[in-house]
Nanobody
C-alpha cells in the first residue's frame, strides 16, 4: 500500500514563497508519476503540477513560471516550490500518485490528506 503525507502549508503574504513536501511510503509498481492538486473552497480540485520517474514535468497555465515540482528519490519525497504567490493560490494542496500515459496524467486513488496554503493580500 502507498501512503502520502503532505507538509509545508501555511499563511504567507502575496508575493511570498512556500515549499510543500510529500513524503511517500510503500511501493506500487504501476505508479510512474506524482502530482500536486489543489482545491479552493467551493471549487473543483484541479491539477497543478506533475512529475514523472524520468523527471519530466508539467504545469497548469495558472502556475507556470511560479511553481516548480521536483523529487528526491533517496528520500521518497516530492516537492512543490511555490514562488510569487497570489491570493488566488489559496487552497488545500494534495499530493497524488498516478500514471502518465502518452503524456497525460491519470490520478490513481492514492492521496494525502492535504496541506492548507493561505495567501493574504
Amino acid at each position: 500500500q502507498l501512503q502520502l503525507v503532505e507538509s509545508g502549508g501555511g499563511l504567507v503574504q502575496a508575493g511570498g514563497s512556500l515549499r510543500l513536501s510529500c513524503a511517500a511510503s510503500g511501493v506500487i509498481l504501476s505508479i510512474n508519476a506524482m502530482g500536486w492538486y489543489r482545491q479552493a473552497p467551493g471549487k473543483q480540485r484541479e491539477l497543478v503540477a506533475t512529475i514523472t520517474r524520468g523527471d519530466s514535468t508539467n504545469y497548469a497555465d495558472s502556475v507556470k513560471g511560479r511553481f516548480t515540482i521536483s523529487r528526491d528519490n533517496a528520500k521518497n519525497t516530492v516537492y512543490l516550490q511555490m514562488n510569487s504567490l497570489k491570493p488566488e493560490d489559496t487552497a488545500t494542496y494534495y499530493c497524488n500518485a498516478g500514471t502518465v500515459i502518452q503524456g497525460s496524467y491519470y490520478s490513481r486513488n492514492y492521496w494525502g490528506k492535504g496541506t492548507l496554503v493561505t495567501v493574504s493580500s
